[in-house]
């Protein structure tokens, strides 16, 4: 959509909120009303909020911030709770063999994992 009409005026003043028409199924209005309702807004209003939620609720364009963000520490967290459930009468290289192969999972399958780098042959 262009920041400038037709006539090439700007579509919204300096100070002044823009306003902009959509067109929404009948089935969203409804949902959309009985949110406003619940929430105590004008449909107008509880669309808005609506819209800042769901941005809220999302990373911004561009980001590549997701859960891997804290892999490293679910990760800790997975390998801890393992290490709990371990028989503490294992030696020490079948404990972490143990662990490996829960963290990073079978041999055979660690080609199709996403989330490891990729080991060159």
């Known amino acids: 959509m262009s920041d400038h009409r037709r006539d090439h ?3 919204v003043r300096p100070g002044e909120d823009a306003v902009s028409a ?3 199924s009948q ?6 009303d009985a949110w406003a309702e619940v929430h105590q ?3 107008a209003d509880a669309i ?10 999302s990373p911004p364009p561009g980001s590549s911030e997701t859960i891997s963000g804290d892999s490293r520490a679910i990760e ?3 390998i801890r ?3 709990e459930m371990l028989d503490p009468a294992l030696p020490a290289d079948e404990r972490e063999r143990r662990v490996r192969r829960l963290t990073e999972g079978p041999p055979e399958f660690s080609e199709r994992r ?7 042959r």
């Open 9 to 11: 005026s700007p579509a």
């Open 22 to 24: 959509v067109r929404l």
């Open 27 to 32: 089935p969203l209005t409804a949902v959309i």
């Open 41 to 43: 807004l004008t449909r």
């Open 48 to 57: 808005i909020r609506l819209i800042e939620l769901a941005l809220a609720a």
């Open 76 to 78: 800790q967290e997975a």
């Open 81 to 83: 709770q393992i290490e």
């Open 114 to 120: 996403i989330d490891l780098p990729k080991h060159e």
